[in-house]
């Protein structure tokens, strides 16, 4: 079985990738290969820009990863109370090839920020979101005060009913088909 996870952040720095590093170590018996978005760089997504470039293969590439996983990963970050650039255009390029991008795989959805919501506007937006794009969304949940809440050095989150909740939400992949 593979999981495919990645931060939705260009971020070389980016607290949602270590969020999604500690999710990929809890999995048991499963693969998980994690996606760096920077490998998948595009071209600002316009209609004008389809026209001319038609289906670039790094997005076919991308959504070819996602059509052969069990189970996707996503930690958001948060820009403006929305998605990041590098994230949403990836999948603007995706949704023109194929509209379900998330070929019905089950999905955990996750965000983290250093402020006290955790990126919670942009991850109610990918929850509401994903089924329209053929995502099943398992679990979601946000990590407020990342710097006060995760322990970078050990990875793990540091508050105890906060670290079980995400275990909990990443555990509704450790049983997929």
Not at 77 to 99: L, Q, T
Request: aromatic share 10%; glycine share 4%; proline share 4%.
């Amino acid at each position: 079985m593979k999981i495919i996870a990645f931060a939705a952040s260009t971020s070389k720095k980016s607290i949602n990738k270590q969020l999604v590093n500690y999710a990929s170590h809890l999995l048991d018996k499963v693969e998980v290969e994690i996606l760096d978005l920077n490998d998948y760089e595009l071209p600002l997504y316009s209609q004008d820009k389809e026209e001319e470039l038609g289906h670039p293969q790094v997005a076919k590439d991308f959504l070819a990863k996602i059509a052969d996983s069990n189970g996707i990963i996503i930690s958001f970050a948060e820009h403006n109370g929305s998605y990041a650039v590098g994230y949403k255009n990836i999948f603007d390029w995706c949704s023109r090839i194929e509209p379900k991008v998330f070929h019905n795989k089950p999905m955990v959805l996750l965000a983290t920020s250093p402020g006290s919501m955790g990126g919670a506007s942009v991850l109610a937006a990918a929850v509401q979101s994903a089924p329209y794009f053929d995502g099943i969304v398992k679990a979601s949940l946000a990590i407020p005060s990342f710097y006060d809440n995760f322990d970078s050095e050990k990875q793990i989150i540091r508050h105890e009913e906060l670290n079980e909740q995400f275990k909990d939400a990443i555990s509704h992949l450790n049983h997929l088909k």
